[in-house]
């Protein structure tokens, strides 16, 4: 074998590592620093996959079958009225451990198959900003790093909750329409498109609205000037939307019988039980400390060794890891999409989408907290998988210099989040922390960083719109033989 054929085969190797173990170390890290069942809605999760695995569907009203004797109880079951395709996934590792006495262990195996999901999340993200950015050497495990770095990927990634699964899989449906709207894709990627979108709709109501926006996206550029056929587009389309109601709707038919609405929220109750109250809308949309709370999952909460001006969780970080690095990536987007020649129209729809999901899911949430639900900063990570590349892509000028900056205080912050997470005081008898463990777990991470922005720094610069990190295939014509695409350089 030649030097120059093992190259691109040993950095594809270690760029596996580097996302694995960015994907692993975080989301374990916590999971061995957070007490099972200490959130809220962890045991709810929990209990909802037992009873499924015991053949049936959760009511509210009844509450929980799992008799957790640590950590948080709900009274009542409020994760009922979500679909129940997570849960499936769940039974089989949660039903027998339950069922065996293991009520703690149960917790933690759940927690365990959440983190494998992040390890997906983290390939499909690669996949996304490959595709978005094609001709920007290093996209793609740059946009990896910078969702592996998220706050709330490490602690929704060790945890029981949804999102994860959820921003997998609208990653999964997105990432299938670039394929398709750019028309290098095969009959796979619109299978991959159908499935995908199903499965959003088994998995949250939130995600119907994502999942209907891409099949119109995925419709007007089959008319648009490009490889995708009109005929081909509508056919993938309608066959999305028929598999969304072919296998979810019948769960939010159920939910409007038990509830009243298709969400199967319980408003009344919320009102009665906690301290929601509903709100105006605009009053929602104008409140800072909305937006301060909401944006917290790639900022970080306050910490004993920094001073107070830098401990603030909004603006500063904020500002300076999220923003910034935003809106210069979307103002790059824009240059380069106006600089290009090969399918424009098509880059320039992708685009609008990008921002059309993520104003969605800001708009879902100010509604649902208008309406006495909570304001948690985990539901605006569904935005992270279609934003990452752009936050990624000005981290990428000077070969990558302001990424290693940038990795090396995300990763220093982790660490001390994880410092306040083994030093919490919960009320209530906690299942067993396990610090070392959680440390090490933490080193997996500082080393698939390390390893990510190794391979940043020193990879090819390849030629104008060749894509170094992935290998031609034979029979298809080189990057370099098409029209440099509208986000690559000009």
Not at 144 to 151: E, H, K, N, R, Y
Not at 400 to 409: D, K, M, N, R, T
């Amino acid at each position: 074998m030649t030097a120059a054929a093992a190259g691109p085969r040993a950095r594809r190797v270690l760029e596996h590592a580097a996302l694995v173990l960015l994907g692993i170390g975080g989301p374990l890290a916590y999971l061995l620093a957070s007490p099972v069942y200490s959130s809220g809605d962890e045991a709810a999760h929990v209990d909802y996959a037992l009873q499924v695995w015991h053949g049936r569907l959760p009511v509210f009203e009844r509450g929980l079958e799992l008799q957790n004797a640590v950590g948080f109880h709900p009274p009542v079951q409020w994760a009922s009225h979500h679909p129940p395709l997570v849960y499936l996934l769940l039974a089989p590792v949660v039903g027998p451990l339950v069922d065996a006495g293991h009520v703690d262990g149960a917790g933690m195996a759940a927690r365990g198959v959440m983190v494998a999901l992040s390890v997906a999340l983290l390939y499909a993200v690669r996949a996304i900003g490959t595709r978005m950015l094609p001709g920007v050497p290093g996209a793609g495990l740059a946009s990896a790093v910078v969702v592996g770095l998220s706050a709330l990927f490490v602690r929704l990634g060790g945890a029981v909750y949804t999102d994860i699964p959820a921003a997998l899989l609208s990653a999964l449906a997105f990432l299938a329409l670039l394929r398709l709207a750019l028309g290098d894709a095969r009959r796979r990627d619109a299978v991959l498109f159908v499935a995908a979108c199903a499965a959003c709709g088994l998995t949250r109501f939130s995600l119907l609205p994502i999942a209907a926006l891409l099949a119109v996206v995925l419709v007007v550029a089959g008319h648009l000037p490009g490889r995708l056929r009109p005929r081909a587009a509508w056919a993938t389309a309608l066959a999305a939307v028929a598999a969304v109601l072919a296998t979810s709707g019948w769960f939010y038919l159920r939910n409007r019988a038990l509830t009243g609405n298709l969400a199967g929220g319980h408003p009344e109750w919320a009102a009665e039980n906690t301290r929601r109250v509903a709100r105006p809308p605009l009053e929602v949309v104008t409140d800072p400390a909305f937006w301060s709370r909401m944006s917290e999952q790639m900022a970080i909460g306050t910490y004993p060794r920094l001073p107070d001006a830098l401990a603030a969780p909004w603006p500063w970080w904020t500002l300076l890891l999220v923003v910034l690095p935003l809106v210069a990536g979307l103002a790059l987007a824009v240059v380069r999409l106006v600089r290009g020649r090969d399918q424009r129209a098509v880059r320039a729809l992708l685009l609008a989408t990008v921002l059309a999901a993520c104003a969605g899911i800001a708009a879902m949430q100010v509604l649902h907290h208008a309406g006495g639900g909570s304001a948690f900063a985990r539901y605006f990570f569904a935005m992270v998988p279609f934003l990452a590349p752009f936050v990624a892509l000005p981290l990428l000028w000077l070969r990558g210099a302001p990424l290693v900056l940038w990795g090396l205080v995300r990763v220093w912050l982790l660490g001390l989040e994880l410092e306040v997470t083994l030093q919490r005081d919960l009320r209530g008898p906690q299942a067993e922390l396990y610090p070392a463990g959680a440390w090490w777990a933490f080193g997996m991470t500082v080393a698939g960083l390390l390893l990510a922005l190794g391979l940043v720094v020193a990879r090819p610069r390849g030629r104008q719109g060749e894509r170094p990190d992935q290998p031609r295939t034979v029979g298809t014509p080189a990057a370099d033989d098409r029209p440099a695409g509208a986000l690559a350089p000009s």
